[in-house]
């Protein structure tokens, strides 16, 4: 039996926004918009076949309550400064700068979408 994670969906208060931070801002691709009873979706994609849902509920309102039991996403990129220059010039919220972390080959940064959840920001390096 073969699995792979595929897409993961995170609930968002703005999906025109968020659709533009995560198109405009980490550079995912639109594959597809869709609509269900209370709910509007957009799927984006990145290379290699990663997905993420957004998914606004309508009838909901207020921010996103994001409790403790998710911690982050991770964009691998090879451009890190220059990824996480594009996300502090469209006003993100910087957790983070780049920095080459010792431990592992990568440059990491962290910054926060436009509903407070929080992404790394990974460009690895040959050892």
């Known amino acids: 039996m073969k699995t792979r994670l595929d897409q993961f969906c995170i609930n968002v208060t703005d999906l025109q926004r968020s ?3 995560y198109s405009e801002v980490l550079g995912l691709q639109v594959e597809g918009r869709f609509e269900i ?3 509007q979706e957009v799927v984006l994609a990145g290379d290699g076949g990663s997905r993420i ?3 606004q509920h309508l009838e909901r309102s207020g921010p996103i309550d994001h409790g403790d039991a ?3 996403l991770y964009i691998r990129t090879d451009d890190c400064k220059g990824l996480y220059q594009r996300a502090m010039q469209a006003g993100c919220e ?3 700068g780049p920095r080459r972390l ?3 080959p990568v440059t990491a940064a962290f910054i926060r979408d436009p509903d407070g959840y929080d992404i790394e920001i990974l460009e690895s ?3």
């Open 19 to 21: 659709e533009r931070f």
């Open 37 to 39: 009873p209370g709910v």
């Open 53 to 55: 849902q957004l998914a």
């Open 70 to 72: 998710f911690w982050k």
């Open 94 to 96: 910087s957790v983070a």
């Open 102 to 104: 010792e431990q592992w």
């Open 125 to 127: 390096h040959p050892e």
